[in-house]
């Protein structure tokens, strides 16, 4: 199994850029595909983005694409959802996932989760 702990979370304003860290350990962090999912309140918890194991293959929801960037640092353990032009509609709890399957924007792939950091975006 693999242990996740996001951090970075906080309140911005809109335009503000964010970075979000997330830490794995137990499991050999470089078998995993990693991905970052987003819950609002009243919403359905979402796909925002997912990478490959060697970082180079990497895939995002239209509504972050172009602002949002995913990427891991295999020797730290650690997967890094940077944000910029952040939007009051950004506001919301962001989790990271892991799977042993193929890459995916489908939760239901993902295994293993963190309890999650929040993110407020003021306008």
């Known amino acids: 199994q693999v242990q996740l702990v996001e951090s970075g979370g906080g309140l911005v304003q809109a335009g503000d850029s964010l970075r979000l860290s997330c830490a794995a350990s137990g499991r050999t962090f470089s078998n995993y595909r990693m991905g970052w999912f987003r819950q609002a309140p009243g919403k359905e918890r979402e796909f925002v983005a997912a990478?490959?194991?060697?970082?180079?293959?990497?895939y995002y929801a239209d509504s972050v694409k172009g602002r949002f960037t995913i990427s891991r640092d295999n020797a730290r353990n650690t997967v890094y959802l940077h944000m910029r032009s952040l939007q009051p509609e950004d506001t919301a709890v962001y989790y990271c996932a892991a799977t042993t399957s193929t890459v995916s924007k489908d939760q239901s792939e993902y295994a293993y989760w963190g309890q999650g950091t929040q993110v407020t975006v003021s306008s």
């Open positions: 990478l490959s194991r060697s970082g180079l293959l990497a």
